[in-house]
Nanobody
Framework: QVQLVEFGGGSVQAGGSLRLSCVVTASGLSFDDFAMAWFRRAPGNEREGVSC????????YYANSVQGRFTISRDNAKNTLYLQMNSLKPDDTAVYYCGLGDTCMTPYQGLGLVYQRNKWGQGTAVNVSL
């Protein structure tokens, strides 16, 4: 059973920063056997991939809209995934979710996870105002 808990969201003004965290509990599984990704769903929109990181943390992918502003990272010793978000824009307003899967799908492939293994959690809300 895989459980993911996201936290770290909040309300900030444009140009501000937030750091999201995702703690993974995976009974019988090892965190570093899986790729991890961040997704978001803005009001009225479908969920979209934001960033993905491979098992060892040395390969990352980003959506064009966040490239250069967001940084994904992971601490395999803590079973935790992070998303450092800088230079936030109102368009970044969304509920952010993390996911766990076998490998990353590149932005060309649709930016997400191959064989995602978790159900969606509650997510963490980010609100960016002017």
């Amino acid at each position: 059973q895989v459980q993911l808990v996201e936290f770290g969201g909040g309300s900030v003004q444009a140009g501000g920063s937030l750091r999201l965290s995702c703690v993974v509990t995976a009974s019988g599984l090892s965190f570093d056997d899986f790729a991890m990704a961040w997704f978001r769903r803005a009001p009225g929109n479908e969920r979209e991939g934001v960033s993905c990181i491979n098992r060892s943390g040395d390969v990352t992918y980003y959506a064009n809209s966040v490239q250069g502003r967001f940084t994904i990272s992971r601490d395999n010793a803590k079973n935790t995934l992070y998303l450092q978000m800088n230079s936030l824009k109102p368009d970044d307003t969304a509920v952010y979710y993390c996911g766990l899967g076998d490998t990353c799908m590149t932005p060309y492939q649709g930016l997400g996870l191959v064989y995602q293994r978790n159900k969606w959690g509650q997510g963490t809300a980010v609100n960016v105002s002017l």
